[in-house]
C-alpha cells in the first residue's frame, strides 16, 4: 500500500526524542586499545594510496591489495613481507582524453583498481577505472604480470573511483552492480551479455553495497538454481515523500538465466527485489540506508546468516545499526510472497499498490526447477511471454525482509558504522557465537556480540591513526584468525583478539569474549584452540559470572612505596582495564570521599597538603555491574609516607626573605617575583635590640606543593624563597582579573567625560560640565544658545506676517528629527542655560545700551517650553 511521508522539523525531533528513548543504555566498548598499545602487522608503499581492494587467497597464503596504479602480493601471516608487485599506469594519451572530459589529471584521470577475482588457479581477474575509461586484464599468478589484453570494463567497473559498486566472480563469470555510462546516469546488474531493464521499477538511483552467490542447488530437493544477490539502496518508488526516501533493497538473479525469447532479451528475467526492514521497536525508528553486508555460511543453505550495517539518511542523527537476516526468510518473499504493481490515478498520478490478481504459472521471476521442467520449461529461452511480461512490470516484492528477532543485533550512538565481517565462534560452554567486527568512518574496528538481545561491545581498536574511513574489511578463515583493513594510506593486518592483554582473571572472564579464557595454572588469559576446547581446566563464563576469580587474583594488584615531605602534594595514579568500571579509591580499608584535601580527577587521587596523618595504605579499587552483579578489583595499591616536621617560613617587610638562626638573620636575595608572599603565612613582629630593626617572622605552618622545588632547603625550619614565593595560578587569575577590571573602570570613566563634556547627556551631566568649565561659578552667556535664540525670535516676528509662509532661520527646507532627547531637558523645566540667560540679563541695568540688547524674558519662557 502506498504511503506519504512528511518529515518536518517536529517529526524529526519526535524521532530523535523516540530514539534516544530507546537507546537510553550507552553501549560502549569495555575495552579502548590505541594502535601503539597493541601488535599490529602494517603495510603501504611509498607514492601509492588507495588501498581499497583485497583478496585473500588462504591456499597460497598470500594477501592480493589493489591500490592506485599498482597490486600488492604479501604475506598473508605478516602483511608486512611484500612478495610480489605489478603497476598498472594510464598512458599520457589517455589522461589527456579524460582531462579533456572536466576530470581533474592529477586525481581523477589515473587508474584506481577496483576488482580483484580468482579466474582460475594461474590468473586473477583485475579491472580498474583507467582514466574514467574502465578497462579490464588478467594477472598471471606465477610471475605477477599483466597479459595486457585490456578489455572493455564498461558494466564491470565504475567510471568514478567515488561510486559505490560491486562485483562477484562465479564459476569463471563476473556478475556486478555498477554504473553503465560516463554521466553516471544509468546503472545496471550485469553478467555478461544479460542486464537489468533500464527502467525506474527496476533500479531507481542503485547504489550498489554487496554481492555474493547462494548455491542453492547443491542437496536441492525441488531441483532449484543457484542464486546470486545484490544489495543496495535506491530512491523509494512505493512511498511519497517531499523528498527523495531511499529504502535498502535485496535483489537476486538465477544463474543459469539466459534471458527471455522474445520478452526480455538479453535481460533478466529472474530479476526481483525487496525491501529490507531494520528497526527499532520501541520508536519505529528505520535504518534507511544499508552500507555493508557480510554473509555467514552454513552447511545447509536455508540457515545461511547475513548481516547488514545499517545508518539512517538523515546523518545529523549519527546512529548506526547491525541487523541480521534468515536466508530461508529471503526465499520465502521472493518465492511465495506478494508483488506490487504500478497504478495510475487522476490520469497522471501513479502509485505503487498490492497486486492482487492472478499471477502467471510458471511463477514469474522464479529459476528453473523441477516443476518449470514437469511443464517443459528447461531454460529461460522457452519461458511463455506472459510470466516474462509480468516479471518486467512487477519486479518489486510488496512483503518486506525482516530481520531476526524483529530488531538490531547492536545499535550504537554516535558511530557511523561502513564496513563488517562476521565470525562464528564455538565457546567452552559449546555454544556457537557471532562475533561481529564492524569498521568506522574514523578508522576505529568494534568488536561486539549479541547475548540474549543483550548489546555488549567488548573492544575498541584504533586501526588508523589519522581518523581514516576503514574502505574494506577482510576475514581470515584459518585456526588462528586475522583480520585486514585496507584505507587511503595502507592495510593493517589484526588479531581477532588481544586476550594477553587481559593480566587478571577478572577481566578476562569479564571480557565476555568467545576466543579467551583463563588459565589458572600459569595465571594467564589465553587464546582458546581447537585443542582447549574440551580441556576442563580453563575458565570461560559468557554470562559474565566473574565470582571464582577472587581467589584467582588476590595478590595480582601491584604496589607502590611512596615518601613525601609534610606539607606537600601527592598525585596517585589509576588506569582501569575497563571503561564500564567505576573506580573507588580507599585509605587503609576505608572508602575516601572527595572533599578539599581529596580530588579524584580521571580515575586519580590528588591529596593536597599532605599531613602526618595521611600516611597509610591507598587502594584503587574497580567496581563493574554485570546482569545486575557487582564485582570489585583491586588494581593499585600505594604505601604513603610523610617525612619531616612542617616547614617555617621567615621574611623581611622590605624586600629579601630572611632565614631566621637563633637571635642572627640571614638574607636571601630574590627578585620581585619571588617577594610575593603566599597568602597562608601570619606574620609576627620582633625587634632586634642591636640594630632597633623590626623583623616579621613567620611561625605558621606553609604548605608547599611536591611539584615546587624543595632542594635548596637549608633545614626543616626554612623553606626556599624562589619556591615560596613562586605565584599560584589562582594568585596569577587574581590579578589578571584585577588590573582588567582597573583598566575597565578607567575606560568607563573616560567614555562618562567625553559624553559629558560634549552635551550627549541629559540634564545632571549639563549641570556639572557648566560647574567645571566655569570652575564652580555662574558660567557667562552662552554666545550658541543667545545666537540660536535669535534666530527663534525672529522666526517668531516674521510669522506674524498673516497671509505668508516663512522659513525659520537655519531651517533646510524639510523636516529632522526633534532635538528632544539628543541631551536637551525635558519641557518639564527651563533649560539651564536659559535660566542662566535670565539671571545674566537682569532687567535695569546700569547700561542702558546693553539693556536694549536684551531679549524679551517672556519669549525666552515661551521658547524653553516649546524645545521639545
Avoid at 531493464?197 to 543457484?226: C, M, T
Avoid at 565481517?421 to 574496528?445: E, I, P, Q
Avoid at 610523610?642 to 622590605?654: A, D, H, L, Y
Amino acid at each position: 500500500m502506498m504511503r506519504r511521508l512528511n518529515m518536518t522539523p517536529i517529526t524529526l525531533y519526535m524521532i530523535l526524542h523516540l530514539l534516544r528513548a530507546a537507546c537510553a543504555g550507552p553501549v560502549i566498548p569495555r575495552i579502548v586499545w590505541n594502535n601503539r598499545e597493541v601488535s599490529l602487522a602494517k603495510f603501504s608503499e611509498t607514492g601509492v594510496s588507495n588501498y581499497s581492494t583485497l583478496l585473500l587467497n588462504e591456499d597460497r597464503g598470500v594477501l592480493y591489495v589493489g591500490a592506485l596504479e599498482a597490486i600488492f602480493a604479501v604475506k598473508m601471516t605478516d602483511i608486512s613481507c611484500k612478495k610480489h608487485e605489478a603497476y598498472w599506469k594510464v598512458s599520457p594519451e589517455k589522461q589527456m582524453q579524460c582531462a579533456a572530459k572536466g576530470k581533474s589529471r592529477k586525481t581523477e584521470c589515473l587508474n584506481y583498481i577496483r576488482i580483484l577475482h580468482e579466474f582460475n588457479d594461474e590468473n586473477l581477474y583485475v579491472c580498474g577505472t583507467y582514466a574514467f575509461q574502465p578497462t579490464c586484464d588478467y594477472l598471471s599468478v606465477k610471475n605477477f604480470t599483466l597479459h595486457g589484453k585490456n578489455e572493455e570494463g564498461k558494466g564491470k567497473c565504475p567510471f568514478d573511483p567515488a561510486q559505490r559498486y560491486t562485483s562477484v566472480m562465479v564459476d569463471g563469470e563476473l556478475y556486478s552492480g555498477t554504473v553503465y555510462n560516463f554521466l553516471g546516469s544509468e546503472t545496471v546488474i550485469l553478467r555478461s551479455h544479460l542486464r537489468t531493464e533500464y527502467a525506474i521499477p527496476w533500479l531507481n538511483e542503485p547504489s550498489f553495497v554487496y554481492s555474493n552467490v547462494i548455491r542453492e542447488s547443491e542437496n536441492s530437493l525441488d531441483g532449484g538454481d543457484d542464486k546470486v544477490y545484490f544489495f543496495f539502496t535506491e530512491v523509494s518508488v512505493e512511498y511519497e515523500f517531499n523528498g527523495k526516501l531511499l529504502v535498502p533493497r535485496i535483489a537476486r538473479v538465477c544463474k543459469g538465466d539466459q534471458g527471455g525469447s522474445r520478452i526480455l532479451q538479453k535481460r533478466w528475467t529472474s530479476f526481483l527485489k525487496a525491501k529490507l526492514v531494520c528497526t527499532l521497536p520501541e520508536s519505529n525508528f528505520v535504518f534507511n540506508v544499508i552500507q555493508d553486508v557480510f554473509i555467514l555460511r552454513t552447511p545447509n543453505w536455508k540457515e545461511t546468516v547475513f548481516y547488514g550495517v545499517f545508518t539512517s539518511q538523515w546523518n545529523n542523527l549519527e546512529v548506526s545499526a547491525v541487523c541480521s537476516f534468515n536466508m530461508s526468510n529471503v526465499d520465502d518473499v521472493f518465492s511465495k510472497g506478494k508483488y506490487m504493481q504500478s497504478a495510475t490515478f487522476d490520469q497522471s498520478h501513479v502509485k505503487w499498490v498490492r497486486f492482487s490478481g492472478e499471477v502467471p504459472t510458471p511463477r514469474p521471476g522464479s529459476c528453473i526447477n523441477n516443476e518449470a521442467r514437469a511443464l517443459n520449461f528447461s531454460s529461460s529461452l522457452m519461458l511463455p511471454d506472459k510470466p516474462l511480461q509480468f516479471v518486467k512490470d512487477h519486479p518489486l516484492m510488496a512483503d518486506p525482509v525482516n530481520p531476526i528477532g524483529n530488531r538490531p543485533k547492536l545499535v550504537k550512538k554516535n558511530a557511523n558504522y561502513i564496513q563488517i565481517v562476521v565470525d562464528r565462534v564455538r565457546a567452552l560452554d559449546n555454544n556457537l557465537y557471532d562475533v561481529m567486527f564492524v569498521g568506522t568512518d574514523k578508522g576505529l574496528l568494534h568488536k561486539a556480540i549479541n547475548y540474549d538481545n543483550e548489546m555488549h561491545i567488548i573492544e575498541e581498536l584504533q586501526v588508523f591513526p589519522d581518523s581514516e574511513p576503514v574502505q574494506t574489511l577482510l576475514l581470515s578463515k584459518g585456526n588462528k584468525k586475522y583480520l585486514y583493513a585496507g584505507s587511503h594510506s595502507g592495510v593493517v593486518q589484526a588479531p581477532v583478539a588481544f586476550c594477553e592483554k587481559y593480566k587478571t582473571c577478572t577481566d578476562c572472564i569479564l571480557a565476555r569474549d568467545p576466543y579467551c579464557a583463563w588459565n589458572p595454572q600459569n595465571k594467564s588469559c589465553i587464546w582458546i584452540t581447537k585443542d582447549d576446547t574440551y580441556k576442563g581446566n580453563l575458565m570461560q563464563y559468557l554470562n559474565g559470572t566473574a565470582a571464582p576469580c577472587r581467589t584467582e587474583d588476590v595478590g595480582s594488584a601491584s604496589s607502590e612505596e611512596h615518601k613525601v615531605e609534610q606539607g606537600g602534594f601527592q598525585e596517585l595514579k589509576c588506569l582501569p582495564m575497563s571503561r564500564l568500571a567505576k573506580v573507588m579509591w580507599k585509605l587503609n580499608n576505608k572508602t575516601l570521599n572527595e572533599n578539599s584535601k581529596y580530588r579524584i580527577v580521571e580515575n586519580n587521587l590528588l591529596i593536597f597538603s599532605v599531613t602526618e596523618e595521611d600516611s597509610g595504605t591507598y587502594d584503587c579499587w574497580t567496581v563493574e555491574t554485570v546482569k545486575g552483579n557487582l564485582y570489585e578489583q583491586l588494581v593499585k595499591r600505594y604505601s604513603l609516607i610523610v617525612e619531616g616536621p612542617p616547614k617555617v617560613v621567615t621574611t623581611s617587610p622590605t624586600a629579601p626573605f630572611t632565614k631566621m638562626e637563633g637571635n642572627s638573620a640571614t638574607t636571601q636575595t630574590s627578585t620581585d617575583k619571588e617577594r610575593r608572599s603566599p597568602p597562608t603565612i601570619t606574620p609576627q613582629i620582633q625587634t632586634d635590640v642591636s640594630t632597633s630593626t623590626v623583623l616579621y617572622t613567620s611561625v605558621s605552618t606553609f604548605s608547599i606543593p611536591m611539584f615546587l622545588n624543595t632542594d635548596n632547603y637549608a633545614d626543616d625550619s626554612a623553606v626556599d624563597t624562589k619556591a615560596v614565593s613562586e605565584p599560584s595560578t589562582a594568585e596569577r587569575n587574581d590579578t589578571i582579573l584585577l588590573v582588567s577590571l582597573v583598566l575597565i573602570t578607567l575606560l568607563f570613566l573616560i567614555l562618562v567625560g567625553y559624553n559629558c563634556y560634549m552635551k550627549y547627556l541629559p540634564g545632571p551631566c549639563l549641570k556639572l560640565r557648566l560647574y567645571v568649565v566655569g570652575d564652580g561659578k555662574k558660567p557667562e552667556f552662552d554666545y550658541d544658545v543667545s545666537e540660536e535664540l535669535v534666530k527663534q525670535q525672529a522666526v517668531k516676528i516674521n510669522s506674524d506676517n498673516q497671509g505668508s509662509e516663512q522659513i525659520a532661520a537655519g531651517d533646510k527646507g524639510y523636516e529632522t528629527e526633534s532635538d528632544c532627547g539628543n541631551g536637551k531637558i525635558p519641557n518639564t523645566e527651563k533649560p539651564q542655560e536659559l535660566m542662566q540667560i535670565q539671571e545674566n540679563y537682569s532687567i535695569g541695568s546700569a547700561d542702558p545700551e546693553k539693556d536694549a540688547d536684551i531679549p524679551d524674558i517672556k519669549f525666552i519662557d515661551e521658547e524653553a517650553q516649546s524645545l521639545c
